[in-house]
C-alpha cells in the first residue's frame, strides 16, 4: 500500500511594497528545519537587473499573462499597478505542496486574502509592517529601483494597504530587521507544529 503523501503548509507574506517582506521571506528560506519553497510569481513588470527568470519571478508579456488568465491557471492574479499583472499559478502551489514542502508566498495584500480564502487553515498570513510611511520612503529610496513616478504610486497604493493589516493572521512591525525575523521563526514554528 502507498504511503500517504502529507501536503505542505501555505505562508503568505503580504504588506506594502518596501516593507521587507522579500529581506524577511529571504532570511527564513535559508533556515532548512521549516522545510519552505518560495511561490514564483508571473509578473508582466520588468526585470530588475538583479533579478532571474525562474527564480524571483516568471516574466512574461502582457499578452502572455492575459492568455494564462483565459486558460484559469492562475490561483490568483492582481493587476498591482496599472497594466502590470502579478499572479500565482496554480501549478507552482501545486509542485511544491506535492513534494512536502510548505509553500512561501511574497504577495500584494488582496492575493493575500485570496490565498487564504482558498485554503483556510492550511494556510498563515503574515502582514509585515513598515514602521511608518517616511520610512517606506526612505527603504524605497534606498532600494534604488524606483522613479518618481512609481516611487509615487507605490507610497499612494501603501497608505490603502495598512488598512487591511486587520484582516490577516499576524502583524509584524519590520523596524529592526533582525528582531522582525526572530518574531517570524516563532510564529512559524508554532504554525507548522
Ligand atoms: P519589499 O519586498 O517589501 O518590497 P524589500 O525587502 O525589498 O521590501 O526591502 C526594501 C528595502 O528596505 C531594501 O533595500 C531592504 O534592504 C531594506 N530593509 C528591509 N528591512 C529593513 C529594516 N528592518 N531596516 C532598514 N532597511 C530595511
Ligand atoms: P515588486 O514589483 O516590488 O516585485 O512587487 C510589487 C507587489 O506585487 C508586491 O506587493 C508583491 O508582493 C506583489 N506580488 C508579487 N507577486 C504577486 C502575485 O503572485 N500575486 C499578487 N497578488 N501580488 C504579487
Known sequence: MKNKVSEGKLIVFSAPSGSGKTTIVRELLKDEKFKLEFSVS????????NEIEGKDYYFLTVDKFKEKINEDAFAE????????FYGTLKSEIERIRKKGHNVVFDIDVAGG??????????????????PSISELEKRLRHRGTETEKSLKKRLEKAEKEMVFSKQFDVVIVNDILDTAVQEVKKIITGFLN
Open 42 to 49: 508571473a509578473t508582466s513588470r520588468d526585470k530588475r537587473p
Open 113 to 130: 486574502i485570496s490565498i487564504k480564502k482558498m485554503f483556510k487553515e492550511d494556510c498563515l498570513t503574515v502582514f509585515i509592517q513598515p
Open 77 to 84: 492574479w492582481e493587476e498591482v499597478y496599472n497594466n502590470q
